[in-house]
């Protein structure tokens, strides 16, 4: 019996790829059995599934850093992830690790983000009992909520992947092992995101003279670049060689380069971040998410109407959450302005 060309594709990665690297066919599965595709190794159909999803689509309205930005340029959330996937995907090729892993890991990396970026994360995570975090909830996205609650069916490296991308202020490379996640493809989304956040959030900051290009500290001028292009480019490189230096696979990174994007990421923090003209529409963006949740967890009739189910999949205080964090920017503001907002009485 000939060969499927998935099994060709497979055959083609155990020749091709490093020991180091997550093999298609040696995948440890899905939540729930199903026939394999006679085209695509496993990875690569989950990156296919994400792609094709529902919450992958709404990351397009999603803030990353800039609440509702009028120009052209910004980065909204689905931006940053094909950021961080082209990067992963660099990072991965060089090493001869699974690309196909590697590139569906970064794409569903933060589908479980809320509206208005970090700040709606922040605050579900205050007023819904259990609190809420992204990685989770992307992780809970792809399980659950996708596909009218049969989830993706993902398999467990990619779901691996997903849930232990974030790092918050914590370590640039992980150390943890209980944090860092199983495969070498995983562990290089992880430092995908910081290098792709750190570069383009500087680009917007000053884009929206949040900053200047003086503001930055000199140190990291002189060690990442003085643009964009050259700051990630030396990132990914020094990555990328450090890696193949170290001989067992451990990602690594040079001390004076991890010493620039550890001072780069705190001048972030301070400049930006928690910059009052980047908070300013925050506090408003807080009171909307508070007052959408705390409306539809009293009005249990009217949630199932929005959400088209006749009863709850969970409680009700997770299901508003899981609704709530699913939003658009522009549905929030749009359900808020239809639930709170008087409109203009018109006399026929």
């Given amino acids: ?29 899905r939540p729930s059995f199903e026939e394999e595709c006679p085209l695509r190794p496993a990875f690569q ?12 689509r709404r990351l397009k309205h999603k ?46 990396h933060d589908l479980g983000h809320t509206p208005f970026g970090h700040a709606g994360e922040d605050t579900l995570n205050e007023i819904v009992p259990g609190g809420f975090n992204h990685a989770d909830q992307s992780l809970r996205v792809v399980d659950l909520l996708e596909k009218d609650g049969k989830g993706l069916n993902l398999t467990f490296e990619v779901r691996d992947g997903i849930l232990k991308h974030t790092k918050g202020k914590g370590e640039i490379l992980c150390e943890d092992p209980e944090a ?49 292009s050259k700051r990630i480019d030396t990132m990914v490189n020094d990555i990328i060689q450090e890696t193949l230096a170290s001989g067992d696979g451990r990602l690594s990174i040079s001390k004076e380069v991890l010493s620039a994007v550890w001072d780069l990421r705190a001048f972030l923090w301070e400049h930006v971040y928690e910059n009052n003209a980047v908070h300013t529409d925050f506090y408003k963006a807080t009171k909307i998410l508070k007052e ?28 508003v959450c ?27």
């Fill in 45 to 56: 159909h989950d990156r296919d599934r994400i792609i094709h999803s529902k919450s992958f």
């Fill in 180 to 228: 860092m996640a199983l495969t070498r493809e995983g562990q290089v989304v992880r430092i995908a995101d910081i290098v792709a956040y750190i570069n383009h959030d500087i680009d917007d900051a000053i884009r929206g003279e949040v900053i200047s290009s003086d503001d930055i500290p000199e140190d990291c001028l002189k060690c990442l670049g003085d643009t964009h």
């Fill in 322 to 348: 899981d609704f709530v964090a699913g939003m658009t920017d522009r549905y929030a503001f749009s359900l808020y302005e239809k639930l709170f907002l008087p409109l203009p009485w018109v006399v026929l």
């Fill in 63 to 108: 803030t990353q850093v800039f609440l509702i930005p009028t120009g052209d340029h910004y980065r909204t959330r689905l931006t940053h992830t094909l950021e961080v996937s082209q990067i992963a995907r660099t990072i991965s090729k060089a090493l001869r690790l699974n690309e196909d892993l590697t590139e569906a890991i970064a794409l569903g």
């Fill in 292 to 319: 959408l949740y705390q409306y539809l967890v009293d009005h249990p009739d009217y949630f199932l109407s929005l959400i088209k189910m006749e009863s709850l999949y969970d409680s009700l205080e997770r299901c």
């Fill in 1 to 29: 019996m000939p060969k499927t060309i998935r099994e060709e594709l497979e055959e083609r990665e155990k020749e091709s790829l490093s020991p180091f690297a997550a093999l298609s066919s040696r995948s440890k599965g």
